[in-house]
Each structure stands twice: as C-alpha cells, then as structure tokens.
C-alpha cells in the first residue's frame, strides 16, 4: 500500500464543501449569540500553557451562561 503524507492525507473530519452563498447569508446566524472561551494562558515564565484546569473553568462558564451548544476544537501550544 502506498504512504500517505500526512500533509496530503483528507482530514478525517473532513465534509463536503458547502454553497458559498450559505456561507455568506447574513440571515445564517440571525439571533444567535455566540461565545468563546479561551482556554490558553500564561505560565509563571510567560510560556503559553493550556491544562484540563483551565477546560473546566470555561466549560463551567459556558454551563453557567446557559450556553446549550458547544463546539470545542483541541489545540494549542
């Protein structure tokens, strides 16, 4: 079987493209407020750090605001 880089492979999450105009559609998300919670912050030397401390922190926040949909994409430093 030929390799793959994985450069070249199709991400497993990967979908079909949509219309651009829905992408575009103002109406989209009409109503809709929308959250972020960071995550990603400061270690005592200054470096980025990310830890599950500071993932529960925001999924507390985001429960507490009542937030009934969450989307969450794990990367970072």
Do not use: K, N
């Amino acid at each position: 079987m030929p390799e793959i880089s994985p450069a070249a492979a199709p991400h497993p999450l990967a979908t079909a493209p949509m219309p651009r105009p829905a992408l575009t559609d103002p109406r989209r998300l009409g109503g809709v407020q929308l959250y972020s919670a960071a995550i990603i912050g400061r270690s005592a030397r200054d470096a980025p750090v990310a830890g599950f401390d500071t993932l529960l922190q925001a999924l507390d926040w985001l429960a507490y605001e009542g937030v009934p949909v969450v989307d969450i994409s794990l990367t970072g430093p």
